[in-house]
């Protein structure tokens, strides 16, 4: 695969926008933290990215399979953000849906396996991933 490139830009007073090929995000603080909340923050955005690669290779490995009947697909994630530090110390993600549980395991496990950005960080901190 060939690398990966996404820029930033200032955005107002305390955002900016990521142009990632033809789409944007724009993300900045919480007013709470001196910004004007007109999007998620990075850490935010992150967890979004690792859910929505995650979700995209679960997509690809239910397609796959024709046999195989997945609806309803709901990830959820939670992140614990470390006590004595500005990151993140775990990274739970919860993945839900209409199927069966076994066959539903097997996917998730290849999802996981297959996800760059699980792969990634899981170098980094306690990263795992369950079905309910």
Do not use: W, Y
Request: aromatic share 2%; net charge negative.
């Amino acid at each position: 695969m060939a690398d990966i490139t996404v820029t930033l830009r200032q955005h107002e007073t305390t955002g900016s926008i990521a142009t990632i090929r033809n789409h944007q995000l724009v993300m900045d603080r919480p007013e709470a933290k001196g910004g004007h909340n007109i999007g998620p923050m990075g850490g935010e955005a992150l967890l979004a990215s690792l859910g929505g690669c995650f979700m995209s290779n679960l997509r690809a490995a239910i397609a796959a399979r024709d046999e195989v009947i997945v609806n309803d697909i709901a990830l959820s994630i939670t992140a614990t953000v470390a006590p004595d530090s500005a990151r993140f110390s775990a990274i739970h993600l919860q993945v839900a849906a209409d199927a069966d549980t076994s066959q539903l395991q097997k996917l998730v496990t290849i999802a996981d396996r297959s996800c760059i950005a699980a792969n990634t960080l899981r170098s980094a901190l306690d990263l795992t991933v369950a079905v309910s």
